[in-house]
């Protein structure tokens, strides 16, 4: 069965992460040994873990942040949470930015999914929507093209045209939001090449030195900028094979990295 390329990529996310995490903490171990080689401890506790982010995080990580809105008292409440990748669902012939602008959308908390308002000591109706308040030096976009549908009781791919800019700013930053108007340059694409979510074959595309390369298994070819359009999807809801963008991946023009 094929692996899937979006659980690979936090797969190996996290497990650099973890990796950095355990050679610091192994450092700060040695460091903290007294001459006898025991570990120096404060009233019988073990050494602190360490915990500050590392350069993962710094390159990766973003956070977004919900805020919703009590439709009774009116009061606002939010919430963040890091990402290393936003998951955004594909339409018809649309765009990544309309994608990203659908993401935001207001969404109504009513019936049985209410808010509890803290405010209120009740649940009540109110309106929610997610905001980017830090944007990440580089920002991996996941495309959802793999849905259930019931009528089939099978995840099917969906090969809906959307178009990647080589050039993207995010208009739904929060109004705390830190460098709002980072532009970002696309930098690579992941691209998936079949009917399915359990079958097909992922091939990238790389932007290294001004030029586009095409990595597929051990082919590597130089392509024109023009040849990404190739992989924006099919512009019929016929189910075919397709070779169509899965994860983006653009560079802030301020990153360092």
Same mark, same amino acid.
């Not at 979006?6 to 040695?30: D, G, V, Y």
């Not at 990580?61 to 919900?66: E, F, M, P, R």
């Not at 929610?128 to 009781?153: C, D, G, S, T, W």
């Not at 700013?169 to 709002?180: E, K, Q, Y």
């Given at each position: ?5 979006? %659980?690979? *990529? ?27 080689? %025991? ?126 800019? *080589? ?45 586009? *390369? ?14 990404? %359009? ?28």
């Amino acid at each position: 069965m094929q692996q899937d390329a979006h %659980e690979f *990529l936090n797969f190996l996310i996290n497990h650099i992460n973890e990796i950095i995490l355990a050679e610091r903490n192994q450092s700060t171990l040695k460091v903290q040994k007294n001459t006898s080689g %025991e570990n120096v401890q404060c009233n019988g506790t073990l050494p602190q873990q360490n915990t500050e982010p590392t350069w993962v995080h710094e390159i990766f990580q973003g956070t977004l942040t919900s805020e919703t809105r009590c439709l009774n008292c009116e009061t606002v409440s939010s919430k963040d949470e890091h990402f290393f990748d936003l998951q955004v669902d594909v339409g018809q012939n649309t765009s990544i930015t309309h994608c990203l602008k659908c993401f935001s959308d207001t969404e109504t908390l009513c019936n049985d999914n209410k808010f509890k308002c803290d405010n209120c000591s009740s649940y009540q109706e109110a309106q929610k929507r997610m905001r980017v308040k830090k944007l990440p030096l580089i920002l991996a976009l996941h495309l959802k093209r793999f849905k259930y549908m019931e009528q089939y009781n099978r995840h099917i791919k969906v090969s809906h045209r959307v178009v990647f800019p *080589l050039e993207l700013r995010l208009f739904n930053t929060s109004d705390d939001a830190v460098n709002p108007d980072r532009l970002y340059d696309l930098v690579a694409v992941v691209v998936h090449c079949g009917s399915g979510p359990n079958r097909g074959h992922y091939i990238s595309i790389v932007k290294s030195h001004g030029f586009w *390369l095409l990595f597929d298994d051990d082919m590597v070819d130089k392509i024109d900028a023009s040849a990404i %359009e190739d992989f924006y999807g099919l512009t019929s809801d016929i189910q075919k094979s397709s070779e169509t963008g899965y994860i983006l991946f653009y560079q802030s023009r301020d990153a360092s990295c």
